[in-house]
């Protein structure tokens, strides 16, 4: 049995529920935001739960009644920021961004998007890499081949 999925792509927010819902590989999803999240839990103000309250609809954010506290799962994160919004404590919540997929873009513009969305340290790594791919694509037209 056959069956098409049409994706909304305008409205997926890319956390990959479906993914793991479906079947073992009838469906990837691609992530447009990698990073890290953590929640220092001996941080947490007793009884907290405005980050689990603004988080959207994707199981990153968890309530456990084991310990009343509020856990992460990061397979299904988005990296929004949300959370890290509302908290009240600073330092209890720790978000950073340290990948985007895009596709490659020659704009002053959108380096100074990717900077705004990502720490310095990770666009530097962006442009670093971006530079490396150039200077392949350089040596590969000078040689007239691919280097492995």
Not at 21 to 41: D, H, M, N, S, T
Not at 78 to 96: H, N, Q, T
Not at 106 to 122: C, F, M, V
Request: contains cysteine.
């Amino acid at each position: 049995m056959k069956v098409n999925v049409e994706v909304n792509r305008e409205r997926c927010p890319c956390c990959r529920v479906c993914e793991y819902k479906c079947p073992e590989r009838v469906l990837y999803v691609r992530k447009a935001f990698y990073g890290v999240i953590r929640i220092r839990q001996e941080k947490c103000p007793e009884g907290c739960r405005d980050c689990l309250d603004v988080c959207p609809i994707t199981g990153a954010l968890y309530f456990s009644e084991a310990d009343g506290k509020v856990h992460v799962n990061e397979a299904h994160c988005v990296y929004c920021g949300a959370c890290k919004v509302v908290c009240p404590v600073d330092g209890a919540l720790e978000l950073r961004r340290t990948k985007i997929m895009h596709t490659p873009v020659r704009s002053g513009a959108w380096n100074k998007a990717l900077e705004r969305l990502t720490s310095p340290i990770e666009v530097t790594k962006e442009l670093k890499a971006r530079g490396s791919f150039k200077a392949l694509e350089s040596v590969e037209r000078r040689f007239g081949r691919k280097v492995p």
